[in-house]
C-alpha cells in the first residue's frame, strides 16, 4: 500500500486555477521528485498535503487515512521543510533544536539522543555553540532539516531546500537525505526547479507545470516518452554549408545542430549508420576530434513536453 495517496485534488485562487485534478502515489521509503518552474503549483500542493491548506475538491491518505478526518496523527508523522528557513536566530543551533525537540513533546534523555543525533546527521556538531549569525546558508539549511527529522518523521517534506546554498552544503544535504531513506526507511518528497538535483537525488518524478501533470514515472520512464531517438555529437575541425547539407539529409537523422564552429549534434533513430556519416566527413575533409552520445536530461524531457526550459 502506498503510504501517501493523493486524489485528484483541485485548487483555484479565486478565478485563477492553481491545481488540476493532480494525482499520484508515494511508497513507503520512496525519494519523490516533485518538479516544476516556479509558479507550476508546487508550494501549493505541499500545503494541501500538510494540511496547511483546504483543497477545493480531492482527497489525500497517509498510510490509508483521511488527511482531514485523522489530522493530528498524519501531522505527527510528518517533518517538513519549508523554503524559508524556520530557525530562530537568536539562539545557537542546539539551543533551536531543543527548543523545537519541546514542541515536539519530547524531553530528557530522549531529546538529548534526538538532539545529538539530528546535528550527527546534518554534520553541525561542530558549530552546535555558535550563534545562528556565524553560520553559512548552507549551514542554516542543514540545521533547518535537522529540526524536521527531530521527531523521526516516517514522511520528509522538502520545499526547495537548497535555494541560496553553496555546492559543498547542497552535497552534504543529498548526502543526508540518501542516508535518511536508506538507514530509516524515510519517505521523502523533494520538491525544486533545479531538474539536475532531482534527477541526481530520486527515484520516482512527478513533473507539473501550471497546475497540470505533465509526466510522471521513472527517469527512465520519463526519457523514453519523448528520447527513442539518440543524440550524437561530433567534433570536427572544419565545417562547411555542403557537410552540413549532406549530414542532414543522412538517412536516418531526424535534426541536425550546429554548437559553435567546430562541433555538430544529431539526433538519429535506428536508421542512422554512425560510418556514412564518418565518411561524408572524410569525403569534406573534415579530421573529427570526438564522436560521443548524449543521454538526454529531465530538463530535455520537460523542454520537450512543454516547449519551454524549466526556469522560464
Given at each position: 500500500m502506498s503510504i501517501i495517496k493523493v486524489e485528484?485534488?483541485?485548487?483555484?485562487?479565486?478565478?485563477?486555477?492553481?491545481?488540476?485534478?493532480?494525482?499520484?502515489?508515494?511508497?513507503?521509503?520512496?525519494?519523490?521528485?516533485?518538479?516544476?518552474?516556479?509558479?507550476?503549483?508546487?508550494?501549493?500542493?505541499?500545503?494541501?498535503?500538510?494540511?496547511?491548506?483546504?483543497?477545493?475538491?480531492?482527497?489525500?491518505?497517509?498510510?490509508?487515512?483521511?488527511l482531514l478526518e485523522d489530522t493530528i496523527y498524519i501531522k505527527s508523522i510528518i517533518g517538513l521543510v519549508p523554503q524559508e528557513l524556520a530557525i530562530i536566530e537568536q539562539l545557537t543551533p542546539y539551543d533551536n533544536l531543543e527548543y523545537f525537540g519541546y514542541l515536539y513533546g519530547l524531553s530528557g534523555k530522549l531529546l538529548k539522543d534526538r538532539i545529538n543525533e539530528a546535528?550527527?546527521?546534518?554534520?553541525?556538531?561542530?558549530?552546535?555553540?555558535k550563534k545562528i549569525s556565524k553560520l553559512s546558508g548552507g549551514m542554516k539549511r542543514r540545521l533547518n532539516l535537522a529540526i524536521a527529522i527531530l521527531n523521526h518523521p516516517k514522511i520528509l517534506?522538502?520545499?526547495?531546500?537548497?535555494?541560496?546554498?553553496?555546492?559543498?552544503?547542497?552535497?552534504?544535504?543529498?548526502?543526508?537525505?540518501?542516508?535518511?531513506?536508506n538507514e530509516n526507511n524515510t519517505t521523502?518528497?523533494?520538491t525544486s526547479h533545479y531538474m539536475e538535483e532531482v534527477e541526481h537525488l530520486c527515484s520516482k518524478i512527478f513533473i507539473i507545470d501550471e497546475g497540470k501533470e505533465i509526466a510522471s514515472g521513472?527517469?527512465?520512464?520519463?526519457?523514453?516518452?519523448?528520447?527513442?531517438?539518440?543524440?550524437?555529437?561530433?567534433?570536427?575541425?572544419?565545417?562547411?554549408?555542403?557537410l552540413l547539407f549532406n549530414l542532414k539529409?543522412?538517412?536516418?537523422?531526424?535534426?541536425?545542430?550546429?554548437?559553435?564552429?567546430?562541433?555538430?549534434s544529431l539526433v538519429v533513430d535506428e536508421d542512422f549508420s554512425l560510418s556514412n556519416a564518418i565518411s561524408l566527413i572524410e569525403y569534406d575533409k573534415g579530421s573529427i576530434s570526438e564522436i560521443n552520445y548524449e543521454?538526454?536530461?529531465?530538463?530535455?524531457?520537460?523542454?520537450?513536453?512543454?516547449?519551454?526550459?524549466?526556469?522560464d
Open positions: 485528484n485534488i483541485t485548487k483555484r485562487f479565486k478565478d485563477k486555477l492553481v491545481l488540476d485534478n493532480i494525482s499520484f502515489d508515494i511508497e513507503e521509503g520512496e525519494i519523490f521528485g516533485l518538479i516544476g518552474p516556479n509558479g507550476a503549483g508546487k508550494s501549493t500542493l505541499i500545503n494541501i498535503i500538510t494540511n496547511l491548506m483546504m483543497a477545493d475538491s480531492g482527497n489525500v491518505f497517509v498510510e490509508g487515512k483521511n546535528l550527527e546527521f546534518a554534520g553541525l556538531v561542530d558549530v552546535k555553540k517534506i522538502l520545499d526547495e531546500p537548497t535555494v541560496g546554498v553553496d555546492p559543498q552544503s547542497r552535497n552534504h544535504i543529498f548526502d543526508f537525505l540518501r542516508k535518511l531513506s521523502i518528497i523533494y521513472t527517469q527512465d520512464y520519463l526519457k523514453s516518452l519523448v528520447f527513442s531517438n539518440k543524440k550524437l555529437n561530433i567534433k570536427i575541425d572544419k565545417i562547411s554549408g555542403d539529409n543522412l538517412k536516418g537523422v531526424v535534426s541536425l545542430e550546429e554548437n559553435e564552429n567546430t562541433c555538430i543521454n538526454p536530461s529531465l530538463e530535455d524531457v520537460f523542454l520537450n513536453l512543454t516547449g519551454k526550459n524549466l526556469r
